[in-house]
């Protein structure tokens, strides 16, 4: 089928105006546009109900898979949940309810051998979105895992995400100046706990190895700044609880890799 177009010169002002149209679908500022967030869909897992079975329940957000980055959210998340809930040596959990009834085959194994020393095990865990801006997402997970002894275990995690290349990023990718990054940290976790920038950072009870500051495993974003958390028994004893820092972003911006969009949206 041939098809006849127009003559160009019949309609010189609709060509131009479509063509100035598109130049500014193209040269439109970024910075103009609303930031681009992650769907999401809250999420719930509950284990069993049965008289051989642990108390189990599982609340996280669920990401839309729509794009990489939704996709790559929900892998760490569902990883993360199995590393805490895989009690199984032999399950091989794949996803969040194998994990549950991962929890559970651990628990009867252990009544099993043990049966009049078992207690009832106990797994919780909660995430949300704790910080998302233009170049970052962060989600908090926090849980409580008992299986037997004198207290439980709690635990927080934050996974962090660039929103750019739709990866988790390990902690040493999120600093631009590391060591600049430890000195300020240091500062601010003896303002906070009363330690004086001349005494050792022991001095008040802490656990650091070797009587030296670091970083704890556990850092993320929320609105009101950079968060560091050393979880329980990691420079503290279990009765301390986690021991929480926060800089605030004036502080912290000029050590972050991201932090040209770590404010979070106005």
Same mark, same amino acid.
């Given at each position: 089928m041939k098809t006849t177009?127009?003559?160009?010169?019949?309609?010189?002002?609709?060509?131009?105006?479509?063509?100035f149209t598109a130049m500014l679908l193209i040269l439109v500022p970024a910075g103009c546009q609303e930031p681009e967030t992650l769907g999401f869909t809250p999420r719930e897992f509950l284990g069993q109900v049965c008289p051989d079975c642990p108390s189990?329940?599982?609340? +996280?957000?669920?990401?839309?898979?729509?794009?990489? /980055?939704? #996709?790559?959210?929900n892998r760490s998340v569902r990883e993360e949940v199995i590393e805490w809930l895989d009690y199984d040596e032999v399950s091989g959990a794949s996803d969040i309810p194998e994990a549950i009834r991962a929890f &559970?085959? $651990?628990? #009867?194994?252990?009544?099993?051998?043990?049966?009049?020393?078992?207690?009832?095990?106990?797994?919780? +865990?909660? $995430? +949300?979105?704790?910080?998302?801006? *233009? !170049?970052?997402?962060?989600?908090?997970?926090? &849980? =409580?895992?008992? @299986?037997?002894?004198?207290? &439980?275990?709690? #635990?927080t995690r934050y996974l962090n995400f660039d929103k750019k290349s739709a990866r988790e990023l390990d902690n040493r990718e999120l600093f631009r100046d590391l060591p600049g990054l430890e000195a300020l940290a240091e500062a601010?976790? #003896?303002?906070?706990? &009363?330690?004086?920038? *001349?005494?050792?950072?022991?001095? @008040?009870? %802490?656990?650091?190895?070797?009587?030296? %500051?670091?970083?704890? *495993? @556990?850092?993320?974003? !929320?609105? !009101?700044?950079?968060?560091? /958390? =050393?979880?329980?028994?990691?420079?503290?004893?279990?009765a301390d609880g986690p021991v929480r820092v926060v800089i605030p972003y004036a502080d912290a911006n000029p050590y972050l890799a991201l932090s040209a969009g770590m404010q979070p949206p106005a």
């Open positions: 177009l127009a003559p160009i010169q019949e309609r010189p002002v609709r060509l131009l105006a479509r063509v189990v329940r599982v609340y +996280v957000p669920e990401a839309s898979e729509e794009k990489a /980055l939704g #996709r790559a959210v &559970g085959a $651990g628990y #009867r194994n252990l009544r099993e051998q043990f049966p009049d020393e078992a207690i009832g095990w106990e797994a919780t +865990v909660e $995430g +949300v979105v704790a910080l998302e801006s *233009d !170049e970052l997402l962060s989600l908090k997970l926090d &849980g =409580y895992i008992f @299986t037997g002894g004198a207290h &439980g275990f709690t #635990r601010a976790f #003896r303002d906070s706990q &009363g330690i004086a920038s *001349d005494a050792e950072i022991n001095s @008040t009870g %802490f656990m650091f190895e070797d009587n030296q %500051f670091r970083l704890p *495993d @556990t850092i993320g974003f !929320e609105a !009101e700044g950079l968060v560091l /958390l =050393y979880n329980p028994y990691e420079v503290a004893s279990y």
